[in-house]
């Protein structure tokens, strides 16, 4: 059983959350574009990482809100959690995203900058590079939340 | 709000109306062990489900008509007559007296609905949606602690909290409203499972303690 905080209601049983598969899969900037295998690799092509891999979780028994964790897939050390938009903590340094998971704008709101984020970047590549400062900032802040 | 006194009992609907976990009435009655745990079912309420961002202007209105919204998790804000629960960070859940429902003479639904009007939220009656287990004694909170894995040791829950989680495998929100006295609310479709999984969690206190 894993001990999973919650950034908004603390540590829970795992039991409580539900697993959305690998984060930071960018919505195709112009889906009708894509050919049928580059719709199905967006769709259902995912890493399957040893190690540390960065993934989404819906804290669905309490606040049914979605966050971003970084985990041990071999340890099942849990070493960040992260809003939904904001960049993987252990690569802060590297460029911008292009785009974000689309649960982050189909879930619901969170109260902070993240959904607009995710909305932002889902539209236009353009955009991303004006809402870097900001993802980067909840990114470096997020960790001190996290559990061990 | 709408001509209230014609829908006194809502055309008879009242009377007939049956909590879901009544035919558990007798069992409760039996399995409680006085001065140690006893369960019971409380009666009909009135709940509105709402979704709006606290801070915003209609954040506001809805906070005027019950009296705050809880700023964080576990935080229980409200009223006279009106609690609010906090089940995210926009999202409530306002429980009142059965009769504050406006078919009942009431105007809380309607009241909520008109403070959102047409701001981005929701207000849903969920009057139908939970039932309510009273659960309280010396040791009610040993037969919570069977089927949920939060801290509830007095020190951390403290009276007047309120966390949505898991008790006996199920999605409930719990509630404290006292030293030893907790108020459950599972979805109606689980209210015959909990009630029962309760009853057995509180089987052993009827025995004579062993030493
Ligand atoms: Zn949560």
Redesign the interface.
């Known amino acids: 059983m894993l001990l999973i905080s919650c950034p ?3 540590s ?2 795992e ?2 959350f539900h697993y959305g598969g690998q984060a930071h899969v960018p919505y195709p900037e112009n889906p009708s574009g894509l050919n049928d295998r580059e719709w199905a690799e967006f769709l259902f092509y995912r890493d399957n990482t040893k190690g540390i891999f960065a993934e989404r979780w819906l804290h669905s ?5 979605w966050f971003n964790m970084l985990r041990d897939t071999v340890t099942y050390d849990i070493q960040s959690i992260y809003p939904m938009g904001a960049p993987r903590p252990d690569k802060a340094a590297a460029a911008p995203e292009s785009g974000t998971a689309s649960t982050a704008a189909d879930s ?4 902070s900058a993240a959904p607009s984020i995710a909305a932002t970047s889902i539209t236009s590549t353009s955009t991303a590079p004006s809402t870097a400062p900001s993802t980067t900032q909840s990114g470096t802040t997020a960790p001190e939340g996290a559990t061990k | 709000m709408a001509n209230t006194t014609a829908l006194t009992g809502i055309n008879g609907l009242r009377d007939i109306r049956r909590s879901p976990a009544s035919h558990l009435a007798e069992a409760l009655e039996t399995g409680s062990v006085p001065g140690k745990v006893v369960l019971k079912e409380g009666p009909f309420q009135t709940m509105a489900g709402v ?1 709006v ?3 915003s202007e209609e954040g506001a209105r809805i906070a005027s008509v019950t009296g705050g919204l809880p700023v ?2 576990g935080e229980v804000a409200g009223r006279e007559g009106v609690s609010v629960l906090w ?5 409530f859940l306002v429980v009142a007296a059965e009769e504050a429902h406006d078919s009942l003479g009431g105007d809380l639904i309607g009241s909520l609905t008109s403070a959102l009007g047409d701001a981005p939220g929701q207000v849903v009656d969920l009057s139908a949606n939970r039932t309510t287990y009273e659960l309280s004694g010396p040791r009610a909170r040993a037969v919570l602690e069977k089927g949920c ?2 801290d509830l040791h007095p020190r951390k829950f403290k009276p007047g909290t309120a ?4 008790v006996g ?1 199920i ?1 409930v929100t719990l509630w404290k409203t006292g030293e030893e006295s907790f108020r459950l609310f599972p979805r109606a479709s689980f209210a015959d499972f909990l009630g029962r999984w309760l009853l057995d969690a509180m089987r052993e206190y009827a025995s004579p303690e062993v030493p």
């Open positions: 908004n209601c603390g829970r049983d039991t409580e028994t309490g606040c049914r809100q619901t709101t969170t109260g | 979704r961002d606290p801070s964080r998790c089940l995210g960070p926009s999202e894995a939060l966390l949505s989680t898991e495998n999605p």
